[in-house]
């Protein structure tokens, strides 16, 4: 099983930028596709990008043209890059691997600790 581990959040002000990083161990994380995720207190936990072992992605709308999610298969590590960050997007930020099935993307692993991404206004 992949053991991932999220890095790269911090305190940054609107209009900002930071890259997240999701480092994995074990010998199958090329053939995983990953997901980013989000959670701001009091809500649910959100999928914001998804990248397949073909490096084809997805992104949900309320991140689309802001983020960028890619990926490195020799580092054995995914990237989220964020920009033009705005308050709402404070949350706790997830990576984890994910199965597409008929109603979507699943998450399929366990979830880490994730890091805390703060957006100032």
């Known amino acids: 099983q992949v053991q991932l581990v999220e890095s790269g959040g911090g305190l940054v002000q609107a209009g900002g930028s930071l890259r997240l990083s999701c480092a994995a161990s074990?010998?199958?994380?090329?053939?995983?596709?990953i997901g980013w995720y989000r959670q701001a207190p009091g809500k649910q936990r959100e999928l914001l990008a998804t990248i397949r072992t073909s490096s084809s992605t997805t992104y949900a709308g309320s991140v689309k043209g802001r983020f960028t999610i890619s990926r490195d298969n020799a580092k054995n590590t995914v990237y989220l890059q964020m920009k033009s960050l705005k308050p709402e997007d404070t949350a706790v930020y997830y990576c984890?691997?994910?199965?597409?099935?008929?109603?979507?993307?699943?998450?399929?692993?366990?979830w880490g600790q994730g890091t805390q991404v703060t957006v100032s206004s």
């Open positions: 074990g010998s199958t994380f090329s053939i995983n596709a």
């Open positions: 984890n691997t994910i199965v597409f099935t008929t109603t979507g993307w699943i998450q399929s692993g366990s």
